[in-house]
């Protein structure tokens, strides 16, 4: 159960959390054991919260509170399908003084439902074997299909697919935007000078944050599950050339990562990866933390607060202590691990299943302690190892198919693990690695580096 205040009724304070920035709107919560959903229920002092840890710590002043009961185990966000919420409320905090308010559940999320398809993006969702095996429930995949121009008029015309990774929690539904009005994609998109080819808009959703499309031990098979099931669907029914040399991957942050690793997972299947500020890849570097030598994820070795976020001037946004204090006022069962957040998704993603059920944690929610057992399990998916173990195999497979692009003054120190993989790469031998990293002095998160249409004729000049 979910109590989230704002200053503002619009939008709506459900909205807003699940962001550490300093100014974030305060939210608390508390599990249930058992409720019927229609007597009166206490929450209070008792509830933990963030960006203060109890409600009686709020300042005096005019906030809008809003009541959140999640019920949903499917998807990992609060405002998802089922969950159960009222309308805003009007509340004046009082200092020193009890209060008392009443807050209703008087509505529902509806349950999901595809958009509309329109002249040049198309909409799937197909139910997945794999994941329904491994869930023991129906679980589905999503993407959304972004046609060339001249499409309609080319009726036996084959194309060439890019499959595109969005950012953390993006949803295929992003396509949408992608495609609106007056957008500088479309703009590009459309033009004589762009390639013909069909654009994949991946969805990473899965019951305990993004899944990165990668097989998990608490996630299950998404990355077969996408290899197997819902790429050859899309491929079949939207007029894909279906070959390995036409599949190319692309994808920033989130998305940069995982266009890596599904080209360095699925080196056969794939003709070449355009990652832009990709998470860590190399965990001696995740974010600022080395899982497998640092004692603790909260404090550095010279006992200060390790940052989680920092301007591109270099200044902190924002501890690592405090993120994952929101995160454990996400999760059930106060842990991040549940939280759906980013380090509850990177947890479940890389991490073993804990006999009761959950991800087993990495660190210690509260005290930041790391568990080194459970760091050792992380490494499969540390693509700088992976590659440095298995070079002689996979060396030959990724010529020419790795382009990556990070600014050096990443907003979450990406650019450090990075650098590790560069290093790598750059001492390789038989083969000798002749892939592309573009490290750019002074830019953060998300710089790219090289134009959509460039992006594209350098896909399209792969295909044989």
């Not at 679980?139 to 499409?151: E, N, Q, S, V």
Request: charge should be negative.
């Amino acid at each position: 159960m979910f109590v989230i205040l704002s200053s503002s009724a619009e939008p709506e304070p459900r909205f807003g959390i699940g962001w550490a920035d300093p100014k974030a709107d305060p939210f608390f919560a508390k599990d249930l054991s058992s409720w019927n959903g229609k007597s009166a229920l206490a929450f209070g002092e008792e509830a933990i919260g963030f960006p203060i840890e109890s409600i009686n710590q709020l300042a005096p002043g005019t906030y809008y509170a809003q009541a959140l009961y999640d019920v949903d185990t499917t998807f990992s966000f609060i405002n998802a399908p089922g969950n159960f919420y009222g309308a805003p409320m009007k509340v004046e905090i009082a200092a020193g003084k009890t209060q008392r308010f009443r807050l209703t559940l008087d509505q529902s999320i509806p349950e999901e439902q595809l958009p509309q398809d329109t002249e040049y993006v198309k909409y799937v969702r197909i139910q997945s074997r794999l994941l329904s095996e491994f869930w023991k429930k129906p679980m589905y995949l999503r993407a959304a299909i972004i046609l060339p121009k001249g499409c309609a008029q080319e009726p036996e015309q084959l194309y060439p697919v890019r499959y595109t990774i969005g950012g953390y929690h993006s949803r295929y539904t992003n396509a949408e935007r992608m495609m609106r009005e007056g957008s500088e994609f479309r703009r590009d998109w459309l033009s004589d000078e762009c390639p013909r080819m069909l654009l994949v808009h991946l969805d990473g959703e899965a019951p305990f944050g993004d899944s990165y499309q990668m097989n998990s031990a608490n996630n299950g098979p998404y990355g077969d599950a996408t290899v197997q099931e819902l790429i050859p669907h899309i491929e079949q029914n939207f007029r894909a050339l279906a070959t390995p040399q036409s599949r190319f991957l692309e994808g920033g942050s989130t998305g940069g990562w995982v266009a890596l690793a599904l080209q360095i997972f699925y080196s056969d299947f794939f003709n070449g990866a355009w990652s832009f500020c990709a998470d860590g890849v190399d965990f001696r570097y995740f974010q600022l933390v080395n899982v497998y030598s640092d004692d603790n994820a909260f404090v550095n070795e010279h006992g200060y607060e390790r940052p989680s976020m920092r301007d591109t001037d270099g200044e902190p946004r924002f501890s690592m202590r405090r993120e994952m204090m929101m995160e454990r006022v996400l999760g059930r069962g106060n842990t991040f691990v549940t939280s759906g957040g980013q380090w509850g998704a990177w947890n479940a993603v890389y991490g073993p299943r804990a006999t009761n059920g959950r991800p087993e944690a990495i660190w210690d929610s509260w005290t930041g302690k790391v568990d080194h057992k459970v760091a050792e399990t992380w490494r499969p998916y540390d693509l700088r190892e992976k590659l440095e173990k298995n070079w002689p195999k996979l060396g030959p497979k990724l010529q020419g198919k790795l382009h990556v692009w990070m600014g050096d003054m990443d907003n979450f120190y990406l650019n450090n693990a990075m650098r590790l993989l560069e290093k790598f790469l750059q001492e390789t031998q038989n083969p000798k690695s002749d892939a592309r990293l573009f490290f750019a002095p002074g830019e953060g998160h998300c710089w790219q580096g090289i134009s959509e249409i460039e992006m594209m004729r350098e896909m399209a000049a792969r295909i044989k």
